[in-house]
């Protein structure tokens, strides 16, 4: 991918002190050490760097002393008498800052222990990028093709604030290399072994960019880069924000809602103790806690308790995965909880929900399925099937001036229905027919709304003009009978409309889909140019279709063209990979035969519920970092529901996008799927393409379930194109 080249940024709202006053504050630690019982063991002390404090300037500095192990506490004791001292010399006078005050705030953190403790950053002599973030606005980090081997940032935000630091993009940095490979971030303006929120030793092939969000617990965060400098592919992107400083913990008292970790889902920070109380509104009501997601700290080592990072419910202490069945638990009228970090290396955090409820009355303000299981109010006659039967969909069809006939018909209030087949009269027989246009409405070519669901290409014409059962030759399988990871080989002909996208000698690239004979549908970031090539140029590019097997074309009934055109949606967007589509057309028409055929476009309405079961197929790995597979893939994933997905992704789910795959890892699409289709089976036996691979954190991950571009959200875009 493109990337900007990298730029020296130094930006401050605060003024930043001149090297007189380092200087003089160094002279300060001098003074009063070399005048102690410390004399003996001090070097120096070197003021690193300086950020807002709540009452004036924070200085960050380390210091040097050499002694024998057996009296570093001794020094550690002594230091913490001197520190108060050097606070209570503060003289704004003699520091030539045009900030008000001046203060060496009393968290300040000091290096006490021996000269070897000093960090990797002493000794290479870094590039470094000072960086201000006000509230709003954005602030970007990014390096292409590094010549150095090592980089800091030094993130500073207003008092009031912390720091959210999002990785957009890494690339470069080999799996197990941490002594020469590392993305670290610290919860200080210094590299302190004590203050590191995380470390990246490098990751692992992914199909896409990975996305990390973290959080500092004060108004700063130190980032640094260090990378063997014969990479030229080294690429990072990052961005960080001023986010208010929270509180968190409080008491609530509802019918349902959700308790999470500080900032999520972005790290939570370190250094943190929250509490929270929960009741139900009403005497004789019990809570019901579902644990969704529980990322911390682990335990140490041969520890049989949590001693590090923690969430505690009840005084039930985790701090590690919870089982499936152990998730959901009822607890009394209350339920007290509390979250503590300790002061170094954070995750995501946790997330629940919580609801009331008592024994007759299992829903409380909300909508009761049959299997007791609850949902909310406004899930109900939503277009997507929440309860497991679907009975929360029933009745839907009629919007709030019309009745329902008894018949999945609908009559407006003035009229009446006669019996549970037909309407009054003619007339009112067209009324019942049709409805008010919605969003999720099919629309025929003459304006009007079907009342059926999906009413395209079921051989019932529900449109007068017949227009619901034109443009149906699409989405069979010409055989008779019926990897992608965790998938098997696909028999031939089984997805005829599976494409091969291959660039000269570089071979098999994506996927696509077969969407007429002129046109084919993958995805955008397939045709975004690297450093070395250009996979934007159309004439490169080759479509193979009818082929089972990669570079095996001895059927006469493949199909090879060469690609006219590109054209990638206007709204993609590279960095969060929305609006991942792009349309392909082809030098000449295909001819359809058993072997080559195309999939059907879900207009807008058509409906395809959570947990509805799909295929993925491609030539793409098998696992992850592995080779691309001889033969095409497939495998069955299920649509996960969106809003847990965006739970999962750290709210990068956009209405753009929908996620398949199984939530226990095992089955995904991989490298090499790119492009490719998720398809369907709908109404008439048909298969639709409902979605186009894009991207996923790994292959085939717990709780990192493939992501797709939704077919829905860009159909009118693809017709306007492909007509």
């Given at each position: 991918m493109?990337?900007p080249?990298?730029?020296?940024?130094?930006s401050?709202?605060?003024?930043?002190?001149?090297?007189?006053?380092?200087?003089?504050?160094?002279?300060?630690?001098?003074?009063?050490?070399g005048?102690?019982?410390?004399?003996?063991?001090?070097?120096k002390?070197v003021?690193?760097?300086?950020?807002?404090?709540?009452?004036?300037?924070?200085a960050?500095y380390?210091?040097?002393?050499?002694?024998?192990?057996?009296?570093?506490?001794?020094?550690?004791?002594?230091?913490?008498?001197?520190?108060?001292?050097?606070?209570?010399?503060?003289?704004?006078?003699?520091?030539?800052?045009?900030?008000?005050?001046?203060?060496?705030?009393?968290?300040?953190?000091?290096?006490?222990?021996?000269?070897?403790?000093?960090?990797?950053?002493?000794?290479?002599l870094?590039?470094?990028?000072?960086?201000?973030?006000?509230?709003?606005?954005n602030?970007?980090?990014?390096?292409?093709?590094?010549?150095?081997?090592?980089?800091?940032?030094?993130?500073?935000?207003?008092a009031?604030?912390?720091v959210?630091?999002?990785v957009?993009?890494v690339?470069g940095?080999?799996?197990?290399?941490?002594a020469?490979?590392?993305?670290?971030a610290?919860?200080?303006?210094?590299?302190?072994?004590?203050?590191?929120?995380?470390?990246?030793?490098?990751?692992?092939?992914?199909?896409t960019?990975?996305?990390?969000?973290?959080?500092?617990?004060s108004?700063?965060?130190?980032?640094?880069?260090?990378?063997d400098r014969?990479?030229?592919?080294?690429?990072?992107?990052?961005?960080?924000?001023?986010v208010?400083?929270?509180?968190?913990?409080g008491h609530?008292?509802?019918?349902?809602?959700?308790?999470t970790?500080?900032?999520?889902?972005?790290?939570?920070?370190?250094?943190?103790?929250?509490?929270w109380?929960?009741?139900?509104?009403?005497p004789?009501?019990?809570?019901?806690?579902?644990?969704?997601?529980?990322?911390?700290?682990e335990?140490s080592?041969?520890s049989?308790?949590?001693?590090?990072?923690?969430?505690?419910?009840?005084?039930?202490r985790?701090?590690?995965?919870?089982?499936?069945?152990?998730?959901?638990?009822?607890y009394?009228y209350?339920?007290?909880?509390?979250?503590?970090?300790?002061?170094?290396?954070?995750?995501r955090?946790?997330?629940?929900?919580?609801?009331?409820?008592?024994h007759t009355?299992?829903c409380?303000?909300?909508?009761?399925?049959?299997?007791?299981?609850?949902?909310?109010?406004?899930?109900?006659?939503?277009?997507?099937?929440?309860?497991?039967?679907?009975s929360?969909?029933?009745?839907?069809?009629?919007?709030?001036?019309?009745?329902?006939?008894?018949n999945?018909?609908?009559?407006h209030?003035?009229?009446?229905?006669?019996?549970?087949?037909?309407?009054?009269?003619?007339?009112?027989?067209?009324s019942?027919?049709?409805?008010s246009?919605?969003?999720?409405?099919y629309?025929c070519?003459?304006?009007?709304?079907?009342m059926?669901?999906?009413?395209?290409?079921?051989?019932?014409?529900?449109?007068?003009?017949?227009?619901?059962?034109?443009?149906?030759?699409?989405g069979?399988?010409?055989i008779?009978?019926?990897?992608?990871?965790?998938?098997?080989?696909a028999?031939?002909?089984?997805?005829?409309?599976?494409?091969?996208?291959?660039l000269?000698?570089?071979?098999?690239?994506?996927?696509?889909?077969?969407?007429?004979?002129?046109?084919?549908?993958?995805?955008?970031?397939?045709?975004?140019?690297?450093?070395?090539?250009r996979?934007?140029?159309?004439?490169?590019?080759?479509?193979?279709?009818g082929?089972?097997?990669?570079?095996?074309n001895?059927?006469?009934?493949?199909?090879?063209?060469?690609?006219?055109?590109?054209?990638v949606?206007?709204?993609?967007?590279?960095?969060?990979?929305?609006?991942?589509?792009?349309?392909l057309?082809?030098?000449?028409?295909?001819?359809?035969?058993?072997?080559v055929?195309?999939i059907?476009l879900?207009?807008?309405p058509?409906?395809?519920?959570y947990?509805?079961?799909?295929?993925?197929?491609g030539?793409?790995?098998?696992?992850?970092?592995?080779?691309?597979?001889?033969?095409?893939?497939?495998?069955?994933v299920?649509?996960?529901?969106?809003?847990?997905?965006?739970?999962?992704?750290?709210?990068?789910?956009?209405?753009?996008?929908?996620?398949?795959?199984?939530?226990?890892?095992?089955?995904?699409?991989?490298?090499g799927?790119?492009?490719?289709?998720?398809a369907?089976?709908?109404?008439?036996?048909?298969?639709?393409?409902?979605?186009?691979?894009?991207?996923?954190?790994?292959?085939a991950?717990r709780?990192?379930p493939?992501?797709?571009?939704?077919?829905?959200?860009?159909?009118?875009w693809?017709r306007?194109?492909?007509?």
């Amino acid at each position: 991918m493109r990337r900007p080249s990298p730029t020296r940024q130094v930006s401050a709202v605060f003024s930043i002190p001149t090297p007189n006053d380092s200087e003089y504050l160094s002279g300060l630690f001098a003074e009063l050490y070399g005048s102690s019982a410390l004399g003996n063991y001090y070097m120096k002390s070197v003021i690193a760097a300086f950020s807002e404090g709540k009452t004036g300037l924070r200085a960050y500095y380390w210091s040097t002393f050499w002694a024998p192990q057996e009296i570093v506490l001794t020094i550690k004791n002594v230091i913490s008498v001197k520190q108060k001292q050097i606070i209570s010399k503060r003289t704004p006078q003699k520091i030539n800052s045009s900030a008000e005050t001046f203060s060496l705030e009393e968290d300040i953190d000091i290096i006490t222990m021996e000269l070897f403790v000093i960090d990797l950053f002493l000794f290479c002599l870094p590039v470094a990028f000072d960086l201000y973030a006000k509230p709003g606005n954005n602030r970007t980090l990014t390096l292409m093709n590094p010549k150095k081997s090592f980089y800091q940032w030094r993130l500073r935000v207003p008092a009031d604030y912390v720091v959210r630091l999002v990785v957009v993009t890494v690339h470069g940095i080999s799996p197990g290399s941490c002594a020469s490979h590392r993305l670290s971030a610290y919860d200080f303006l210094l590299p302190l072994q004590n203050k590191i929120i995380t470390r990246w030793c490098g990751m692992s092939g992914a199909w896409t960019s990975p996305f990390i969000h973290l959080t500092s617990s004060s108004n700063v965060m130190l980032v640094t880069f260090s990378l063997d400098r014969r990479k030229d592919s080294s690429v990072l992107k990052a961005y960080f924000q001023a986010v208010p400083k929270i509180v968190c913990g409080g008491h609530y008292i509802s019918w349902n809602g959700t308790v999470t970790s500080p900032y999520y889902p972005s790290y939570y920070p370190p250094n943190i103790d929250c509490h929270w109380i929960i009741r139900a509104p009403l005497p004789g009501y019990r809570l019901l806690l579902k644990l969704l997601v529980i990322q911390v700290q682990e335990q140490s080592l041969g520890s049989n308790k949590c001693d590090k990072d923690w969430l505690e419910i009840d005084g039930v202490r985790y701090c590690k995965p919870v089982s499936e069945g152990n998730r959901i638990k009822e607890y009394g009228y209350s339920v007290a909880i509390s979250f503590h970090s300790d002061e170094l290396v954070t995750y995501r955090g946790f997330y629940m929900e919580f609801r009331a409820f008592s024994h007759t009355d299992p829903c409380p303000r909300q909508f009761t399925c049959p299997d007791r299981s609850c949902i909310p109010l406004n899930s109900k006659c939503d277009g997507w099937k929440d309860c497991t039967d679907g009975s929360d969909e029933l009745d839907c069809d009629c919007n709030p001036i019309e009745t329902n006939c008894g018949n999945g018909k609908c009559r407006h209030h003035s009229r009446s229905c006669k019996g549970d087949d037909s309407c009054e009269n003619d007339s009112e027989e067209d009324s019942c027919s049709y409805k008010s246009c919605s969003q999720r409405a099919y629309k025929c070519l003459n304006g009007k709304c079907p009342m059926k669901l999906n009413p395209e290409c079921d051989g019932i014409r529900d449109c007068a003009d017949g227009s619901d059962e034109m443009n149906c030759a699409c989405g069979r399988s010409q055989i008779k009978k019926t990897r992608i990871v965790g998938g098997e080989d696909a028999r031939s002909g089984k997805w005829p409309w599976q494409a091969s996208l291959q660039l000269g000698t570089y071979g098999h690239i994506c996927g696509a889909s077969i969407i007429s004979n002129t046109w084919l549908v993958s995805a955008a970031h397939c045709f975004l140019d690297s450093d070395s090539v250009r996979y934007s140029i159309a004439s490169g590019w080759t479509a193979y279709m009818g082929i089972r097997i990669i570079n095996k074309n001895s059927n006469n009934q493949i199909a090879m063209r060469s690609i006219k055109r590109i054209i990638v949606h206007p709204h993609y967007d590279q960095y969060i990979s929305d609006y991942d589509i792009a349309l392909l057309e082809m030098e000449a028409p295909v001819f359809f035969n058993e072997l080559v055929q195309p999939i059907c476009l879900p207009s807008s309405p058509r409906l395809f519920i959570y947990g509805t079961v799909c295929y993925v197929t491609g030539w793409g790995a098998v696992k992850e970092n592995s080779q691309l597979a001889k033969a095409l893939q497939e495998a069955k994933v299920k649509i996960i529901n969106q809003s847990i997905c965006n739970k999962l992704y750290d709210d990068l789910i956009t209405s753009r996008m929908l996620c398949a795959g199984n939530l226990n890892g095992g089955i995904d699409a991989c490298q090499g799927d790119s492009g490719g289709p998720l398809a369907c089976l709908g109404k008439g036996n048909r298969w639709y393409l409902t979605g186009i691979v894009s991207w996923g954190e790994g292959c085939a991950r717990r709780n990192r379930p493939g992501v797709y571009t939704k077919i829905t959200a860009v159909y009118d875009w693809i017709r306007q194109y492909t007509k």
